[in-house]
C-alpha cells in the first residue's frame, strides 16, 4: 500500500508511480491529488496518525477492494503517459495558432 498524505502537491507524480506498479493507494484529499487518483485511490481527510493508520488497514483488510483500487490504479496511471500528454500539448498549440500548426506527426 503506498500512502502519500502531502498536503501541497504541484501534480502527484509518486502516485501515479504507485498505481503503475499495482500499488493501492491511500491520499489526503488536498491538492492536485484527488484529480490525478480519480477514483483509483482511498482518500483521507485528517492526517493524524490514526486516520492514516485506519485508512490504511481498511483498504489492506479488505481483498476485493485492495484488488479493485490496483486495477483501477493502474487504468488511471495509463491515462498519464507521456505520449499522451504530448499529443495534448501539441493540440493545444494547434487550438491556439488557429489550426495552422500543420498535420505532420512527431514521435514522442
Known amino acids: 500500500?503506498?500512502?502519500?498524505?502531502?498536503l501541497y502537491e504541484g501534480f502527484g507524480i509518486p502516485v501515479l508511480e504507485a498505481?503503475?506498479?499495482?500499488?493501492?493507494?491511500?491520499c489526503s484529499k488536498a491538492s492536485s491529488l484527488p484529480e490525478v487518483a480519480g477514483s483509483a485511490?482511498?482518500?483521507?481527510?485528517?492526517?493524524?496518525g490514526e486516520a492514516l493508520a485506519e485508512a490504511v488497514s481498511q483498504v489492506l483488510s479488505n481483498p476485493e477492494n485492495t484488488e479493485r483500487l490496483r486495477a483501477e490504479g493502474?487504468?488511471?496511471?495509463?491515462r498519464f503517459c507521456w505520449?499522451?500528454?504530448a499529443m495534448?500539448?501539441?493540440?493545444?498549440?494547434r487550438s491556439a495558432?488557429?489550426?495552422s500548426l500543420g498535420s505532420q506527426r512527431y514521435s514522442a
Do not use: H, K, W
Not at 500500500?1 to 502531502?6: D, G, Q, Y
Not at 498505481?19 to 491511500?26: L, S, T, Y
Not at 485511490?41 to 493524524?48: C, E, K, L, P, V
Open 83 to 85: 505520449r499522451n500528454a
Open 41 to 48: 485511490a482511498r482518500f483521507i481527510d485528517s492526517m493524524t
Open 97 to 99: 495558432a488557429g489550426g
Open 74 to 78: 493502474r487504468r488511471q496511471a495509463a
Open 19 to 26: 498505481m503503475a506498479c499495482g500499488a493501492p493507494v491511500v
Open 88 to 93: 495534448q500539448t501539441v493540440e493545444v498549440y
Open 1 to 6: 500500500c503506498f500512502l502519500m498524505p502531502s
